[in-house]
């Protein structure tokens, strides 16, 4: 309640805050660094949710196999997870780095020539969805795997019985049994992609250029940057609006589709 | 079939290229801690060093606070932990179990809280923390952290699905409240404090942003922190920085390889239920 009354605010934190009605949210709307962070966090929100939920189901089905080295293969891809998103940055500028990093290495001796990744302001932004891609597959691996091993064999024997051949049940039986777990992942997904700040500090800094400042760097910046506590207050409570919307809308839309999670 | 003739199964073929693209970026960063700063700027890359080299972590230890840092990082987790288990089971408990008016309503606005962000609570917390006066201390890195919605949320869950005529039992024998929550319910509750000791672990040893806002002085950093902050300064001194993120890192992929078990649980439940 009380980021509300900041937001209505113009206050620096050293002196009494003065209140200003409405003319935050109104600068807001017509403030080009906010609407370019807000086109930043759609992009990042639109690339990272479906891959991170398509990579997660097809992990999951191949770590679902009895083959040999199971147990080495799950623990390899789901290690990453518990590493933090700090060090995974740290680490990612490292590996990213265009003079001698071992990205452009893998490039050379694909043939492919030599690229800036993260201090190229047109590639910056698509690195940073992979770097948080190879953080947090492991986490939706991990549910569709809980989720996979929950469905009764019954169920996928049946369909084989009545002649559905491997695609035909993974179409039919699989992923409709698996679609309380997807509204679950593309919620919480949603949430990890709009509030994502580790990876950028670590990486970018919201540069090069600003091209991978999204609206969470943004009010990062003018609150406790800039001392513009009032305005990124404001900024904060359009960005829990706008989740908020988007999580009910992701949770209406699953209702609709006949699925009963929340 | 083309895959037919292979000697083993061809999900191989996808999970070994997989496995090591997640594994290897670990591996590297081990070992460049290792090396010296004339081999690490070589292109091609080099994975293994060539010999020992030691600078990289003796700079790190000797020239910044980084043994601070990590005692940092550890003290915080480590208060975080004891909280969590302490007040997330007695108010889950409480939830769960003891009638009291308004108990619908004060769940309903615990829970409701998770749906809110860091993002809008960090500053309404900054300035509250500036007004007592202990922002720049640890204890403003932890004190947000002493308990949460999710961890209520979860110990309820689980003292719900415990029976109930156990405790019933206890307390017909003249067991009181809380003495029949400390030796009968608690006991019961180990595999869910299992499950919240990680998922607080993990997310207050891995936070960045809030301490990185409540805490400027170096050396009250928490390790995530002092790690971003020494990168700004010193990004081309690769060894010392790999270095830091093996400290950063390998206390909780360490625990994570011993209790793989028991973080894979933690995973699935807060993607589950949460």
């Known amino acids: 309640m009380w980021a509300f009354f900041i937001s209505r605010a113009k206050w620096n934190g050293i002196t009494a805050?003065?209140?200003?009605?409405?003319r935050n949210y109104q600068q807001l709307a017509q403030d080009p660094d906010m609407l370019a962070a807000a086109r930043h966090t759609l992009l990042l929100?639109?690339?990272?949710?479906?891959?991170?939920?398509?990579?997660?189901?097809?992990?999951?089905?191949?770590?679902?196999?009895?083959?040999?080295?199971?147990?080495?293969?799950?623990?390899?891809?789901?290690?990453?997870?518990?590493?933090?998103?700090?060090?995974?940055?740290?680490?990612?500028?490292?590996?990213?780095?265009?003079q001698f990093g071992a990205?452009?290495?893998?490039?050379?001796?694909?043939?492919?020539p030599q690229q800036q990744f993260l201090e190229s302001p047109s590639q910056a932004l698509y690195v940073i969805v992979l770097i948080a891609l190879w953080g947090e597959v492991g986490f939706t691996t991990v549910i569709y795997l809980a989720a996979?091993?929950?469905?009764?064999?019954?169920?996928?024997?049946?369909?084989?019985?009545?002649?559905?051949?491997?695609?035909?049940?993974?179409?039919?039986?699989?992923?409709?049994?698996?679609?309380?777990?997807?509204?679950?992942?593309?919620?919480?997904?949603?949430?990890?992609?709009?509030?994502?700040?580790?990876?950028?500090?670590?990486?970018?800094?919201?540069?090069?250029?600003?091209?991978?400042?999204?609206?969470?760097?943004?009010?990062?910046?003018?609150?406790?940057?800039?001392?513009?506590?009032?305005y990124g207050a404001a900024a904060a409570y359009l960005l829990f609006v706008v989740t908020l919307l988007l999580t009910l809308g992701i949770i209406w839309y699953s209702r609709r589709r006949g699925s009963e999670v929340f | 079939m083309l895959f037919k003739k292979l000697p083993f199964s061809p999900w191989h073929l996808l999970l070994m290229p997989l496995a090591l693209l997640f594994v290897l970026p670990l591996v590297q960063m081990l070992l460049t801690?290792?090396?010296?700063?004339?081999?690490?700027?070589?292109?091609?890359?080099?994975?293994?060093?060539?010999?020992?080299?030691?600078?990289?972590?003796?700079?790190?230890?000797?020239?910044?606070?980084?043994?601070?840092?990590?005692?940092?990082?550890?003290?915080?987790?480590?208060?975080?932990?004891?909280?969590?288990?302490?007040?997330?089971?007695?108010?889950?408990?409480?939830?769960?179990?003891?009638?009291?008016?308004?108990?619908?309503?004060?769940?309903?606005?615990?829970?409701?809280?998770?749906?809110?962000?860091?993002?809008?609570?960090?500053?309404?917390?900054?300035?509250?923390?500036?007004?007592?006066g202990i922002v720049d201390t640890l204890a403003a890195a932890f004190v947000p952290w002493l308990a949460s919605a999710f961890g209520i949320f979860l110990m309820r869950q689980f003292f719900l699905s415990l029976p109930a005529e156990l405790e019933e039992a206890a307390l017909i024998d003249g067991c009181g409240r809380w003495r029949t929550f400390r030796s009968i319910v608690l006991p019961l509750a180990r595999p869910a404090m299992a499950t919240l000791a990680v998922f607080t672990l993990l997310s207050s040893w891995n936070d960045l942003l809030w301490p990185l806002i409540a805490i400027s002085d170096d050396s009250r950093f928490t390790l995530q922190v002092g790690l971003a902050t020494f990168q700004g300064t010193r990004h081309t001194e690769w060894s010392q920085l790999m270095a830091g993120n093996v400290l950063a890192t390998m206390p909780l992929i360490l625990a994570f390889l011993l209790a793989q078990r028991r973080f894979i649980a933690t995973m699935t439940f807060s993607g589950l239920k949460g």
């Open chain 2, 33 to 132: 801690s290792f090396m010296s700063n004339a081999e690490i700027n070589q292109f091609p890359p080099k994975l293994i060093p060539t010999s020992l080299h030691l600078e990289g972590w003796r700079a790190l230890l000797a020239e910044t606070n980084a043994p601070r840092w990590l005692l940092n990082s550890i003290l915080v987790s480590a208060v975080s932990v004891v909280s969590h288990l302490i007040l997330c089971s007695t108010a889950g408990y409480g939830f769960a179990r003891l009638k009291f008016a308004g108990r619908g309503v004060a769940f309903v606005a615990v829970v409701a809280t998770v749906m809110i962000p860091i993002q809008l609570l960090m500053i309404p917390t900054y300035l509250m923390f500036a007004r007592i």
């Open chain 1, 45 to 98: 929100t639109v690339l990272f949710v479906p891959s991170s939920i398509v990579l997660g189901i097809v992990v999951a089905i191949a770590l679902n196999q009895r083959i040999r080295l199971i147990g080495f293969y799950r623990t390899c891809i789901f290690v990453p997870y518990v590493a933090s998103a700090a060090a995974t940055g740290i680490l990612a500028s490292f590996v990213f780095n265009p």
């Open chain 1, 103 to 112: 990205a452009n290495d893998i490039l050379r001796h694909l043939g492919i």
């Open chain 1, 17 to 22: 805050g003065v209140p200003v009605g409405w």
């Open chain 1, 148 to 230: 996979l091993q929950d469905i009764p064999k019954e169920l996928v024997e049946a369909a084989t019985m009545d002649g559905a051949g491997r695609w035909r049940v993974f179409r039919h039986v699989t992923l409709p049994e698996l679609r309380p777990v997807t509204v679950f992942a593309s919620v919480w997904q949603t949430i990890t992609a709009v509030q994502l700040f580790d990876l950028i500090y670590t990486t970018t800094r919201g540069g090069p250029l600003n091209s991978t400042q999204t609206v969470v760097y943004y009010i990062y910046e003018l609150a406790f940057q800039t001392q513009r506590l009032g």
